[in-house]
């Protein structure tokens, strides 16, 4: 089967919804390297309220990336239906080893 290739502008923030939730991680992971590597360290993933499936997948991607240094829900309107990740910095030297 062929994968389906989504061409996705990495500005700081990445809406999930778009994603069956069996590709959110995929797309997760690669959304947030690509982050890094463009130096972007604090990232907006939305994931939505709905039941929390995408949610709880995020944040246990998250728990476990790491180079993810902390993240929680914004204080603002959005509540729960977004996560906001700070990401360490690219070590170009420590990461291609």
Not at 33 to 45: E, S
């Amino acid at each position: 089967m062929e994968r389906e290739i989504f061409d996705y502008p990495v500005d700081g923030s990445i809406d999930l919804h778009m994603f069956r939730p069996k590709d959110a991680k995929s797309a997760l992971s690669e959304f947030l390297i690509q982050c890094r590597i463009q130096g972007i360290l604090q990232v907006r993933i939305i994931h939505g309220r709905g039941q929390g499936v995408l949610r709880q997948i995020v944040h246990s991607y998250l728990k476990k990336c790491s180079f993810v240094k902390e993240f929680n829900t914004p204080s603002d309107a959005s509540g729960w239906g977004a996560t906001i990740a700070i990401l360490e910095p690219l070590n170009k030297k420590r990461d291609s080893e």
